[in-house]
């Protein structure tokens, strides 16, 4: 840590942008394409200094302030006004100790022309100071957990910069970080959640050191894509070639030294922490250039636009409204009135009173929720209050709305004129009216098999919690800073009994920070073993404090507990109960009954239900109920009797004799057990439901599973790689290279096999049994996940061997193998293939694959044919075994899908009904059964795109045009596919009424043959080859042949068309022409060439980043030209330019809907261009991540096997089964099927390929994509 004043903690970047990475490897994919751009382009504008005249930027900031006191400071407008400024000093090198820079850094300062503004017109067209406060919250600098509550008060992310003041940055109770920042990812900007967060007691008034306060250019910095200088201490990199390595120690302060290699420390950058303690001064040349590609980068670019420096305000100098807050919140009361003021400033002209009312129609309108009126009393002739009378009509949050008072000209001295804006507009906040709400939540349990579980409740301005085992026998609660019910002057949590009150006069304790949080089991506290009891905790609703209680039961051992239900009173202050609410719960043990192990059809296991609030009984504690007496049940399978058992007057056990007849997954059944009046006691009307739904699950038969998946890597060029196995309850894993040569492997907490004692992973040689005799390690928190290699576990470099995992299938511990390869120094490793044991608690050998291989067909070749719009597929069959084949084709976003299903032995494929203009991506498979090889090498079709004159072609197994001269335009070319080659992007220019000589020769594969030649013009453009247009014919010879021919009159273009024929004229410029080839070129009619060819052919023809908004097309620059044109190809409308350029890229914004892209270019300069390069296809990636969007604590579902043959399961977090609804789409969009209630679908009557799930319970939407094998 920062060996610094302790009044402030550096930032968290690295390991807050970690977790968007680790959670949404296309996040990871874009940073490390996008880093390439910005190394890139920081070297071209080194080969052009001095020639590039310097852009001005402006951006637009917003900047929200939770609590307008942080750490005893206040947060006020004119501090941020105050701050702000010095920011834009430091960046444009006018801060007062700029020319006090270390000598020895002073040739390489560097300053970016650029303004933070803040904004003056708000989202929706209104006035604003662009400082809006909030009630007091915190967390945002979390990299996960808030992104909803960031969301709904962030500013449109693609025009405003979006700024965060909170005192507490991880709602940790740490009050001293100063800041964090994400850098620029099109994702974030997309869901409103890119920003900076900064600590309000840091601000440049309130900090204890100005040159602190700086720290809030470093974040600034982050947001433009630099990165710590001292990024990866001595071995690392921040991506910019001119900052010094730093070892990450900060131990220089203000003094220069050296460090790592002996190098001079810049020890006074902003991107470093050592400036942090007296001496921010610069940044370098380097960092200006990484700054100037991140103002390129999709998610800032739009913010520096003119158009959106006009809708936001920031330029405007007219007179500006203002007001402090711009949201109002419904009173405690609860009955739809406001008891809060907005007040209203005005600068840079008056209003036309100085006292008394404002009249509404005279001096302003409104458009408020039906029922509040607004009251405007003038201050002064600059200052209104703003208050609220009368009460709402409708006051739930569903009936949460915007309104907006509009001034009109009578309430200026003058007028409107000079205004920048005449509205204001506030956000009118109700709140639900007030409750005890119970939550039979999936219990959090915390264990020395799983340490660790998070959970959120269902309200709250900070809702995380967590179960969380400490050490052996030593188990805490995680609240994150809120308060739980302790025993007096102890952190120790009291464990209450039922109907205890939990209110404001309970003994609340706060936590300490790391490792003092609330104890509920230590050495010396044991009350709590195995107990179950209540445990009181308090939380914000919008700022006020509200209350309720877990239920919470720890093992007699006490070395581990489940919490596994809550309450909570909305009402601020309202006193809560232990156990008690509206409605007696019922709750289940578990909703899912697993088939026994012996997979036999019996369920051994059972549910017990509850009535868990209440004192809530039964009338009867002994014995069994009676069915269609004490209650109804639906839902059981043949062979299934169901018995509910009583246990005592409050439970009764669900349990199941007998054999299921029919017990595959697709028999999976879901159970409901309703109760009638005759079970309760006061009857069911007291009862918050009667009615259970218990899922029985039943299993596929055993086996071992093995799958040659495709790498998952960890390097120096890619340090992380998530990836899913899609075979259990929890799969989830990440290549990681952690730091040079330190590699974990992330299991998002799960156990493999490690070295005894240690957390390095235990390197397992082939034909080991890996099962529960295994030494299976659980990984710690963050950074202490398991090694693979560190500096002094060496035992993988430069060995293949396999790693043992455990994981959990329908609720039941199995087991695998990884096969992993890590590199000779330890730099690196890959995970190349898997197997898994799928009968719970059997072990698995190392290795062992279940004994059925298939190899992989190769040699896959596509041939397109664009006359007939098809390809012809060719493979080399190698497998022995297979009895079918699967042909797959590349969408336009580069998912696969089968196109074929074919038999046995068979090698090639016919794919018709292609579209002109396309390009076509194949790969092919061999199945033996459910087992798949391999897929084969990747081919590709072209169609080129269809033309309205006459097709022709030849055959040029033999002979083909190789160079073709026509007055001072020389092309050469070989053998083109199925012997036409369409040359249109080359323009040949002709002068009418000159001659033109003309040579043409022909190219051989083997002897020389007599060739034909032939040449037409379409003069009269009518798409047709006319025997009056035909200028060159009777020439032939076994070389090369000249002539010349006289232009007719014409202007603008046309098409030439030239037909080289074995041993014979050609008659005809159409159709087969035999031996020989065709070739098409483009005419320009005029007095000299429009555009001769005097450059280069721009070549390297790629991309600098590609992204669901557009992509970045990229070449290499040629010499002597100034600038760069860009076309789009459509099949409609043929070649388009889309943008010019004057460096190596263009940004190309996405068009619509469209996601595949067509691109060229040519070079230009004042004398002409050059010709147009080869094309490239780009595919824009779906917006948004699917199945890496799952953060802890959200509603989720999971998908297993995937891919999936005969049946796929559905497993649920924190859903309703009996209100999810799973709709299934192919991969064009059309619905398959619609399911409810379920938790398992077969797929016996799909065709393999992909297709797209879609749950929905009425208020959450989640997407993702299934493999049908």
């Known amino acids: 840590m920062l060996k610094m004043s302790a009044q402030g903690l550096p930032c968290r970047t690295s390991e ?43 951006i637009p900031v917003v900047f929200h302030i939770y609590g307008d006191v942080q750490s005893g400071k206040t947060v006020t407008y004119q501090k941020i006004v105050n701050h702000l400024q010095h920011l834009n000093d430091d960046f444009n090198g006018r801060n007062a100790d700029y020319q006090t820079v270390d000598p020895f850094f002073q040739a390489r300062r560097g300053t970016l022309k650029i303004e933070f503004k803040l904004a003056k017109i708000d989202p929706n067209g209104g006035c604003t100071s662009g400082v809006v406060f909030h009630p007091a919250k915190n967390g945002f600098g979390n ?157 800032r670019k739009s913010l520096w636009q003119a158009a959106n420096l006009i809708a936001t305000g920031v330029n405007s100098t007219g ?57 405007i009393t003038v201050n002064s002739n600059s200052q209104l209050t703003v208050t609220l009378t009368g009460n709402a009509a409708n006051h739930q949050t569903v009936n949460n709305a915007k309104g907006a008072i509009t001034f009109l000209p009578a309430a200026f001295t003058g007028g409107t004129a000079d205004l920048t804006c005449t509205s204001l507009n506030y956000d009118f906040k109700f709140v639900d009216p007030y409750g005890i709400y119970f939550v039979d939540m999936p219990d959090a349990t915390a264990s020395a098999a799983q340490t660790w579980k998070a959970f959120k409740i269902n309200k709250g301005d900070d809702p995380a919690f967590g179960s969380w085992r400490y050490t052996a026998n030593a188990l805490k609660i995680e609240t994150y800073a809120k308060k739980l019910v302790c025993e007096a002057g102890t952190r120790n949590i009291t464990l209450l009994p039922a109907n205890s009150p939990i209110s404001a006069s309970s003994n609340f304790t706060a936590p300490g920070a790391y490792p003092n949080q609330l104890d509920l089991r230590t050495a010396s506290y044991t009350n709590w073993d195995g107990k179950t ?58 909703d899912t009954l697993y088939e026994a192990d012996a997979n036999d059809g019996g369920i051994t296991t059972n549910a017990v239900i509850s009535l868990s609030t209440n004192n809530g009984t039964f009338t009867k504690s002994s014995g069994t109920f009676t069915a269609n007496t004490d209650y109804t049940i639906t839902g059981v399978p043949a062979g299934l009797t169901a018995v509910l058992t009583l246990q005592s007057n409050s439970k009764a056990a669900l349990t199941f004799t007998g054999k299921a007849s029919s017990h595959l997954p697709a028999n999976d059944a879901a159970v409901i057990v309703t109760f009638k009046d005759a079970a309760i006691t006061g009857g069911i009307a007291t009862l918050d439901n009667a009615a259970k739904t218990i899922n029985l699950k039943f299993e596929s ?135 898994y044991n799928t009968q719970p608690n059997q072990a698995i050998i190392a290795g062992a694959t279940g004994g059925i291989t298939v190899a992989a067909p190769t040699n896959l070749v596509a041939a397109a044919n664009s006359t007939s719009l098809q390809a012809v597929l060719t493979w080399a069959d190698n497998a022995t075994n297979e009895t079918g084949y699967i042909v797959e084709r590349a969408s336009a976003d580069g998912v696969y899908s089968s196109i074929a299903t074919l038999g046995a032995n068979v090698v090639t494929y016919t794919n018709t009904g292609l579209t002109a203009g396309n390009t076509y991506t194949y790969r092919v498979k061999a199945n033996a059964n459910t087992v798949s090889s391999d897929y084969s090498n990747v081919a590709t079709a072209v169609i080129e795109a269809a033309s309205a004159y006459c097709t022709a072609q030849g055959s040029n197994s033999y002979e083909y045009i190789k160079d073709v001269t026509i007055g001072s335009f020389t092309t050469t070319s070989g053998a083109d596919a199925s012997g036409y080659g369409n040359y249109t992007s080359k323009n040949i220019t002709l002068t009418p009424n000159t001659s033109v000589a003309v040579s043409l020769t022909p190219g051989f594969s083997g002897s020389n043959y007599s060739e034909s030649w032939g040449i037409w013009i379409d003069y009269n453009k009518n798409n047709t080859f006319e025997p009056s247009e035909k200028v060159i014919n009777g020439l032939s010879s076994t070389g090369t042949v000249t002539g010349n021919f006289t232009v007719a009159d014409g202007t603008g273009t046309t098409r030439m068309r030239i037909v080289m024929k074995y041993n014979g004229n050609p008659a005809t410029p159409c159709d087969n022409i035999g031996d020989g080839e065709v070739e098409d070129y483009t005419v320009t009619f005029g007095a000299s060439n429009p555009n001769p060819v005097t450059l280069n052919t721009p070549t390297n023809i790629g991309n600098s980043g590609v992204y669901s908004s557009g992509f970045y097309a990229s070449w290499t620059e040629v010499a002597n030209a100034t600038s760069y044109e860009v076309q789009l190809y459509k099949t409609a409308t043929g070649w388009t330019t889309t943008g010019t350029s004057t460096t190596y890229y263009l940004w190309i914004p996405k068009q619509g809907t469209e996601t595949a892209y ?29 199945g890496n969007d799952l953060l802890m604590g959200k509603k989720s579902f999971s998908m297993f096997p995937n891919p999936a043959t005969d049946v796929v399961n559905f497993n649920f977090e924190n859903v309703n089964i009996a209100t999810a609804v799973i709709t299934i789409y192919n991969n064009v969009g059309a619905v398959i099927d619609t399911v409810r209630n379920t938790s398992s679908y077969t797929l016996k009557n799909l065709p393999t390929g992909i297709y797209h799930v879609v749950l929905t319970d009425g208020n959450f939407t989640q997407r993702k994509k299934l493999i049908v094998k």
């Open 16 to 58: 807050e942008n970690e977790k968007i990475y680790k959670s949404n490897p296309h996040a990871l994919k874009e940073k490390q394409d996008f880093d390439a751009f910005s190394k890139n382009f920081s070297a071209a504008r080194k080969s052009k200094t001095g020639k590039m005249a310097e852009t001005s930027y402006v």
């Open 143 to 299: 990299g996960g957990g808030y992104d909803d509550q960031i969301a709904a008060d962030a500013w449109d992310n693609t025009k405003y910069m979006n700024v965060y003041i909170q005192n507490d940055l991880y709602a940790d109770g740490a009050l001293n970080n100063s800041g964090v920042a994400w850098y620029p990812d099109s994702g974030m900007t997309a869901s409103n959640t890119a920003r900076v967060v900064f600590n309000g007691a840091y601000l440049y008034d309130n900090s204890y050191s100005t040159e602190f306060s700086a720290t809030l250019t470093h974040e600034f910095g982050h947001f433009l894509n630099l990165i710590h200088t001292f990024e990866g201490g001595c071995t690392g990199t921040d991506e910019v070639d001119d900052t010094p390595l730093e070892d990450g120690k900060h131990t220089l302060a203000c003094t220069q030294g050296t460090n790592c290699n002996g190098d001079r420390v810049n020890n006074e950058n902003y991107m470093g922490y050592n400036g942090a303690q007296g001496c921010y001064k610069m940044y370098t040349q380097g960092q200006i250039d990484r700054m100037l590609a991140a103002l390129e980068h999709p998610s």
């Open 319 to 375: 007179g500006l409204l203002t007001v402090n807050t711009s949201s109002f919140k419904e009173a405690v009361s609860n009955n739809g009135s406001f008891d809060t003021a907005s007040i209203v400033t005005l600068s840079g002209k008056t209003f036309a009173l100085s006292s008394g009312t404002m009249t509404s129609g005279t001096h302003f309108s409104h458009t408020f929720p039906a029922g509040i009126i607004p009251v």
């Open 533 to 590: 009891g209540y445990v009181g905790f308090d939380y914000l609703i919008d700022g006020l404090t509200c209350y309720g209680w877990f239920k919470v039961t720890v093992d007699a051992n006490g070395d581990g507990f489940s919490i596994t239900e809550y309450a909570y009173n909305t009402q601020p202050g309202a006193t809560i109960y232990t156990g008690m609410t509206p409605k007696t719960a019922v709750v289940l043990s578990t």
């Open 701 to 835: 038969p055993y086996g071992i599973y093995y799958v040659n998946n495709p790498d998952y890597v960890a390097s120096p060029a890619a340090v992380w790689q998530y990836f899913d196995l899609g075979i259990g309850d929890n799969t989830e894993y990440g290549a990681w290279q952690y730091a040079a040569n330190a590699l974990k492997i992330e299991t998002y907490g799960k156990r493999l096999v490690a070295e005894t004692g240690t957390r390095n992973i235990t390197k397992i040689a082939a034909g080991t049994s890996i099962g529960a005799s295994s030494n299976f390690t659980a990984p710690g928190a963050y950074p202490n996940q398991l090694d693979l290699r560190t500096a002094s576990y060496t035992a993988w470099d430069n060995q293949t061997a396999y790693v043992g995992f455990e994981y959990s299938r329908r609720g039941r511990t199995c087991y695998g193998w990884f096969k992993a390869k890590v590199t000779a120094n330890g730099d690196g490793y890959t995970i190349s293939e898997f197997a």
């Open 1158 to 1186: 067509r691109f060229r270019v040519r070079a230009a300069n004042a004398s002409g261009t050059s010709a147009w390069s080869n094309y490239l296809d780009i595919n824009l990636p779906l917006s948004g991540a699917e």
